[in-house]
Structure formats: C-alpha cells, structure tokens
C-alpha cells in the first residue's frame, strides 16, 4: 500500500463534490499498472479511457472511487484537495518508506541518460545519468531530500526552481543509490513499478558503470570534470 500512497501522492486526486459523496482518482497512461494497484485496493471499480489533451495522441487510463473512509484516511496521512502545492511528505515507516519513494517517482519523479560535447575537451563526448522529481511543493521536495540524506540513501541532490515548477535532481552517482534503494528489495512478483523507468538506470549501469552494479565503482563519464547540461547536480 506504501507505493500506492506515494503513487496517489504524485498523480491522484481527492474529489468532494456538492452532494457531499467523497471520491479518490487516479490518472495514468499505463493501463497495466493501474490494473495492478486496483487488484492491491481490492476494488471492482471500472478503469476508464480518456485522450490526453496536453498529448492528443496519449491514452490515458482512470480510476474513480467512491469512499468516504478511504478520502478521510488520506486526510489523516496529511493529503488534501488540490494539493500540488500543499502537500507535505507523510510520515512513513522506515521499512516501507522505499515503496512509497518509489511510487512517488513513477508519479511524478524521471531518469535520463544524455550524451552531450565538453567544448573544452575538444568537444568530447560525455554520457551522463541524472534522475530526480518534480513538484509543486518546495516543502515536500525539501523533506524529501533531507530524509533521503538522513537514511543516507544519497549524499548530494540538488533542489531549485524552473519552469513553474520545483525540481529535485540527482547525479550519476546519486542516481545509482537511489535505484538500489528503491528496486533493490523488491520480490520478483512484485509489479508495482513502472518498467519503462526501472529500464534506463538498467540500460546506463550495464553499457557504462564498470564493475558489479552495486561495487560503487563510477563510470568513467563521471570523473570527467564539467557541468550538466540540465543545470547543478
């Protein structure tokens, strides 16, 4: 339930209409895992289609459900109505706060692997991973951050504004602790993540990283000095 929580946080909605009736909402474009966490909920609700109208040709797949029981718990946990730029981060057990994490990037967190020149080294090609979130909350990213610091689960990120929104990100090497942290412990039958996401940090450990995934040992991009082209990381 931990990464349903974290998911809800990032991509659901509370829904109290004129009538009193309270609902929860989830909005996605993977059907499958959609499927997967109403299963978890125990819901026989039916998912719905509807077009994304910032992408027209992205489906996106939506769950409504009717519950005032389930509306007032969220509430206790500290999620309200139209809440992007009010929630604060819950406060989550220590076993199941990488569950959480990890719904909470499948929302609203992303990865990238970019190659870009170094004019100062003869234009020499630089691959890099950088991972992090996005939000409307600068209160939730920041507590976010300094929990994540605190469980030593990262040493750095950087947190800042752009684009109307709140940006946390984290270096290549910050970025490979924080996926063993959040798919390190998961059972094999365990579905809740988005595969898509999971596959990056794959892709970049296997080409660059040299060593075991989890020896520590840095790919040579990184030793290489210079800036990002994403900004501080």
């Avoid at 659901?12 to 978890?40: P, Y």
């Avoid at 691959?127 to 040493?155: A, C, M, W």
């Avoid at 959040?182 to 990056?200: A, H, V």
Wanted: a positive charge; one cysteine or more; proline letters at 3%.
């Amino acid at each position: 339930m931990a990464y349903v929580l974290g998911f809800f946080t990032a991509d659901g909605s509370m829904i109290k209409n004129r009538r009193g009736a309270h609902f929860i909402e989830l909005e996605i474009t993977d059907k499958d895992l959609l499927k997967n966490i109403k299963e978890l909920l125990g819901s026989n609700h039916k998912i719905s289609i509807r077009k994304d109208k910032f992408n027209k040709w992205k489906r996106l797949y939506r769950i409504q459900i009717g519950s005032k029981e389930m509306f007032n718990d969220l509430l206790k946990l500290g999620l309200v109505p139209r809440k992007a730029k009010r929630i604060k981060l819950p406060n989550i057990p220590k076993k199941y706060f990488s569950h959480f994490v990890r719904g909470y990037f499948d929302g609203d967190g992303n990865v990238t692997i970019c190659t870009y020149q170094r004019k100062a080294r003869n234009n020499e090609s630089v691959t890099i991973l950088q991972s992090g979130f996005t939000s409307g909350s600068k209160i939730f990213l920041t507590d976010l951050k300094n929990k994540l610091l605190k469980e030593k689960i990262i040493k750095g990120g950087t947190l800042y504004y752009s684009n109307k929104g709140w940006r946390l990100y984290f270096s290549i090497n910050d970025s490979k602790r924080f996926y063993s942290f959040i798919y390190g412990g998961l059972d094999k039958n365990n579905k809740l993540f988005l595969n898509r996401k999971k596959s990056i940090f794959e892709k970049f450990i296997v080409k660059w990283a040299r060593g075991p995934v989890w020896s520590g040992r840095l790919p040579v991009t990184e030793k290489i000095e210079g800036s990002s082209p994403f900004g501080p990381a």
